[in-house]
Nanobody, 119 residues
Framework: QVQLVESGGGLVQPGGSLRLSCAGS????????MGWYRQAPGKQRELVAT???????NYAGSVKGRFTISKGNAENTVYLQMNSLKPEDTALYYC?????????????WGQGTQVTVSS
């Protein structure tokens, strides 16, 4: 059974930092693109950052320069370093792993970890 498990969320004051972690199991993630998405109450889920199997990165404009996505040495882990957090960053953050092949798209999601930015 493939699983993605997030950790590291919590309550932080504006301007603070958090580091989210996502650990995958049940398959080999080496060729997957992995990423973070978030969903705030009443809003649609949105992309935060992705990292490809070749370590190419992509960020939402709202987090560029503040957030950094990276992979662990084991290639089944992905991190999101979040600095200079703002109240509008408050959301449930989801880890995602996706693989596109000639047969279609395989995608997995974690359960989410809550990030709350508030004074």
């Amino acid at each position: 059974q493939v699983q993605l498990v997030e950790s590291g969320g919590g309550l932080v004051q504006p301007g603070g930092s958090l580091r989210l972690s996502c650990a995958g199991s049940g398959t080999i993630f080496r060729f997957y693109a992995m990423g973070w998405y978030r969903q705030a109450p009443g809003k649609q889920r949105e992309l935060v950052a992705t990292i490809t199997s070749g370590f190419g990165t992509n960020y939402a404009g709202s987090v560029k320069g503040r957030f950094t996505i990276s992979k662990g040495n084991a290639e089944n882990t992905v991190y999101l370093q979040m600095n200079s957090l703002k109240p509008e960053d408050t959301a449930l953050y989801y880890c995602n792993a996706a693989l596109n092949t000639g047969r279609g798209r395989t995608e997995y999601w974690g359960q989410g970890t809550q990030v709350t930015v508030s004074s």
